[in-house]
């Protein structure tokens, strides 16, 4: 578990790298393999160091780090002129044949002996073993990008700064919705998505207050709960697609 969790966080940092390179790719359009951390670097990923090629190359679809478990490769952006392609035929591990700047995959679900080889009696299971991942995922990403930053929403109604807690992160990405994997995509948006949403009221449940902005994911109705302490601080609580969260609502 704890080597799937160090995995998960470096993919987590890796994507939010990848953002920023694509950021930044017209001034600086490269990107470069750079040496591991790791005291016994990888052989195989160790003859990828200095190879230098522009960042939309479909090379980085199946070598961008991390490239294995534990792996601590990693790569930099530059302007540096571009090098040969390895001739190294395709990665080992078919499971970091990945790019998770691109797939938000902390590594290839589908290449996963569990999932890969699956029967219909382990639909269930598999379902449940690609949620896991799915959460671990977005839970390392939240950490690093997440839980520092606070936003205000634009009704004048609510002026409160709304901050970012890996509680109220978890209570999310656990919350069932008729639309799970897209409402957890959310959350790499959560910021935009509440300074969009429609500020409904608030509600008071077991002495706790509750401000509820309407959102939709598919076209369908859901619902944000941000909880208030009682010294006045606002967190982000979970997210609902059933309207009985309305019942009771002030505006």
Same mark, same amino acid.
Not at 3 to 8: F, K, P, S
Not at 45 to 74: K, M, V
Not at 131 to 152: D, F
Not at 225 to 233: K, P
């Given at each position: 578990?704890?080597?799937?969790?160090?995995?998960?966080?470096?993919?987590?940092?890796?994507?939010?790298?990848?953002?920023?390179?694509?950021?930044?790719?017209?001034?600086?359009?490269?990107?470069?393999?750079?040496?591991?951390?790791?005291?016994?670097?990888?052989?195989?990923?160790?003859?990828?160091?200095?190879?230098?090629?522009?960042?939309? =190359?479909?090379?980085?679809?199946?070598?961008?780090?991390?490239?294995?478990?534990?792996?601590?490769?990693?790569?930099?952006?530059?302007?540096?002129?571009?090098?040969?392609?390895?001739?190294?035929?395709?990665?080992?591990?078919?499971?970091?044949? /990945?790019?998770?700047?691109?797939?938000?995959?902390?590594?290839?679900?589908?290449?996963?002996?569990?999932?890969?080889?699956?029967?219909?009696?382990?639909?269930?299971?598999?379902?449940?073993?690609?949620?896991?991942?799915?959460?671990?995922?977005?839970?390392?990403?939240?950490?690093?990008?997440?839980?520092?930053?606070?936003?205000? =929403?634009?009704?004048?109604?609510? /002026?409160?700064?709304?901050?970012?807690?890996?509680?109220?992160? @978890?209570?999310?990405?656990?919350?069932?919705?008729?639309?799970?994997?897209?409402?957890?995509?959310?959350?790499?948006?959560?910021?935009?998505?509440?300074?969009?949403?429609?500020?409904?009221?608030?509600?008071?449940?077991?002495?706790?207050? @509750?401000?509820?902005?309407?959102?939709?994911?598919?076209?369908?109705?859901?619902?944000?709960?941000?909880?208030?302490?009682?010294?006045?601080?606002?967190?982000?609580?979970?997210? @609902?697609?059933?309207?009985?969260?309305?019942?009771?609502?002030?505006?």
């Amino acid at each position: 578990m704890r080597t799937e969790y160090n995995t998960a966080v470096r993919s987590a940092r890796e994507a939010t790298n990848w953002r920023r390179f694509q950021d930044a790719k017209r001034m600086y359009p490269n990107l470069e393999y750079i040496k591991s951390k790791a005291k016994e670097p990888r052989k195989t990923h160790a003859e990828w160091i200095g190879t230098i090629l522009p960042i939309d =190359h479909p090379w980085w679809n199946t070598h961008y780090p991390p490239s294995d478990w534990n792996c601590q490769c990693s790569v930099r952006q530059t302007d540096k002129p571009v090098t040969p392609v390895p001739d190294d035929g395709v990665i080992g591990n078919p499971l970091f044949r /990945n790019n998770s700047g691109k797939t938000a995959e902390f590594v290839k679900l589908d290449e996963h002996p569990y999932i890969k080889h699956a029967d219909k009696e382990a639909e269930k299971d598999v379902e449940n073993f690609m949620k896991k991942q799915e959460i671990k995922m977005l839970k390392a990403w939240a950490k690093e990008n997440l839980t520092k930053e606070s936003t205000v =929403h634009s009704d004048p109604k609510f /002026n409160k700064q709304i901050e970012f807690s890996m509680k109220g992160i @978890s209570e999310f990405l656990n919350q069932p919705h008729r639309h799970y994997y897209e409402k957890n995509e959310l959350i790499k948006d959560i910021i935009k998505v509440i300074q969009g949403a429609k500020y409904m009221g608030i509600t008071h449940h077991k002495g706790r207050i @509750s401000h509820i902005f309407e959102i939709k994911i598919k076209g369908e109705k859901s619902w944000i709960i941000v909880n208030e302490e009682n010294n006045g601080d606002v967190f982000l609580y979970s997210i @609902s697609d059933s309207d009985k969260v309305l019942i009771g609502i002030k505006k």
